[in-house]
């Protein structure tokens, strides 16, 4: 079965600098990649996705870049804010079934 | 996501005991997902359904079961067999046909004691 890696697992950043999260994936067939957001006792929620036929994609300070060559997909989070605090899961999807998920990774923004 | 509800928020129970957790949505989605979520671990399916009275079996299924004999409603039984029940359980719906986007529940805690 598919099997997603997720880097780091801990990340602190300066509020207003970048943040970025890599995902890598074992199954070439994978053809949706979401990001989900959870914050502390919350549910997650998704921020962002793309699909294989994108290479990137934006919405305002969140982007999410792919590289089906290689098998991975980044988050990317430019000027932080302390509400970008939470954990940060990634997810790859084929066909219409099941989701399988990173091991999620904490995000700090320090003010 | 207000269309997905959880209950109970926390749950509490004896070891040998069964227990289930409700899930409903009035979304008119299609496909309904339970996943389970350690610390460190993410999250991993237990079980989801695409269509009413069919389900299959996720990744961690043993000692659990569940039954889809309505569109809007997907309940969880943790059975005594699960041995290590405690968790945060988390239930998502999908709108077949659209885009793959699962939306997700606001959780149970369950607590085994």
């Known amino acids: 079965g598919e099997n997603v890696e997720q880097h780091p697992s801990t990340l602190s950043v300066q509020e207003g600098d970048s943040a970025v999260i890599k995902c890598t994936y074992s199954?070439?067939?994978?053809?949706?990649f979401p990001w989900y957001k959870q914050e502390l006792g919350k549910r997650p929620q998704l921020i962002i996705d793309?699909?294989?036929?994108?290479g990137e994609k934006k919405d305002q300070r969140i982007a999410v870049t792919l590289n089906k060559t290689a098998k991975h997909f980044s988050l990317h989070i430019t000027e932080t804010q302390p509400e970008d605090s939470a954990v940060y899961f990634c997810a790859t999807c084929f066909g219409n079934e099941k989701l399988t998920f990173g091991t999620g990774t904490r995000l700090t923004i320090i003010p | 996501d207000g269309g997905i509800t959880q209950s109970p928020k926390y749950l509490f129970r004896k070891e040998g005991q069964n227990v289930t957790l409700s899930c409903e949505q009035n979304?008119?989605?299609?496909?309904m997902y339970w996943y389970r979520q350690d610390p460190g671990q993410g999250l991993r399916l237990i079980y989801y359904?695409?269509?009413?009275?069919?389900?299959q079996k996720g990744d961690i299924a043993e000692g659990y079961s569940v039954s889809r004999e309505k569109k809007e409603s997907f309940p969880l039984t943790v059975t005594s067999a699960q041995k290590n029940p405690t968790a945060f359980y988390l239930c998502?719906?999908?709108?077949?046909?659209?885009?793959?986007?699962?939306?997700f529940g606001p959780g149970t805690r369950l607590t085994v004691l």
């Open positions: 359904s695409q269509i009413v009275n069919d389900f």
């Open positions: 998502a719906s999908r709108l077949a046909g659209e885009a793959d986007t699962q939306y």
């Open positions: 199954d070439s067939a994978s053809n949706y």
């Open positions: 979304l008119n989605h299609d496909a």
């Open positions: 793309i699909r294989s036929n994108v």
